[in-house]
């Protein structure tokens, strides 16, 4: 089988976090969610365990409840990074672009939130393959949303009250929930890669802190 390498790079370098251009009045069909979400468990998960689960919230008044446990969540989290930035930087444009979503996210007609079975119990190792089954599965789901013309972003602030939203939603005590992804089709498709420095500065071999090229 051969890619279209120039389509699948376009696809992994323009899926971006996507807030301010969520269409909030278009209605998300459950199959297009269901046909991504059976894409995304194509993805690894560790000892093939398969433990992950989907929440698919669409309720106005869950995604409203949910909306407030992630505003409240956040805590004093947008006001700490407002502080000294320019809101005209890349950083700036990107806490404007959240700050939307926390004042909108009730209004976005579908809140997935990712679930894994288990949880973390404090170690590295446990922890990371804990998580390392559900958040590639995430990526592809979002991967697949960009494919059809609709767009997420991952977002984690609501885990600082994941007990309240466990509750509203019936999620069991022995399940992990991994983040909350916002769903809605896109206004426009026309995303560019981000602005990102050279992967050589980032990049050792074999020991840290020495460059790769």
């Known amino acids: 089988m051969e890619f279209d390498l120039d389509q699948t790079d ?8 996507v807030r301010k251009r969520l269409d909030l009045e278009r209605e998300v069909p459950t199959e297009v969610i269901l046909e ?58 990107v806490v404007s672009s959240a700050t939307y979503l926390a ?5 976005v007609p579908v809140h997935v939130i990712p679930l894994i079975i288990g949880k973390p119990d404090g170690t590295n190792v446990q922890g990371a393959g804990l998580y390392g089954s559900i958040i590639p599965a995430m990526w ?12 997420s972003c ?19 005590d022995h399940v992990s929930q991994a983040g909350l992804l916002p769903v809605a089709y896109t206004k426009g498709t026309d995303f560019n890669p981000a602005a990102r420095g050279p992967v050589q500065d980032i990049t050792y071999l074999d020991f840290y802190k020495n460059p790769i090229a």
């Open 10 to 17: 376009t696809l992994l370098s323009t899926t971006r976090a």
């Open 36 to 93: 991504c979400l059976q894409l995304a468990v194509q993805a690894p998960t560790g000892s093939n365990a398969q433990g992950w689960r989907w929440m698919v919230v669409t309720d106005p008044g869950k995604r409203a409840a949910l909306a407030d446990i992630y505003r409240r969540g956040a805590g004093d989290y947008f006001t700490q990074r407002t502080g000294d930035i320019d809101p005209s930087s890349q950083t700036g444009r």
């Open 103 to 107: 004042e909108n996210l009730q209004d």
């Open 140 to 151: 592809s789901f979002q991967l697949a949303l960009r494919a059809r013309g609709l767009g």
């Open 154 to 172: 991952y977002t984690t602030l609501h885990l600082n009250l994941e007990h309240e939203a466990a509750e509203l939603l019936g999620i069991p």
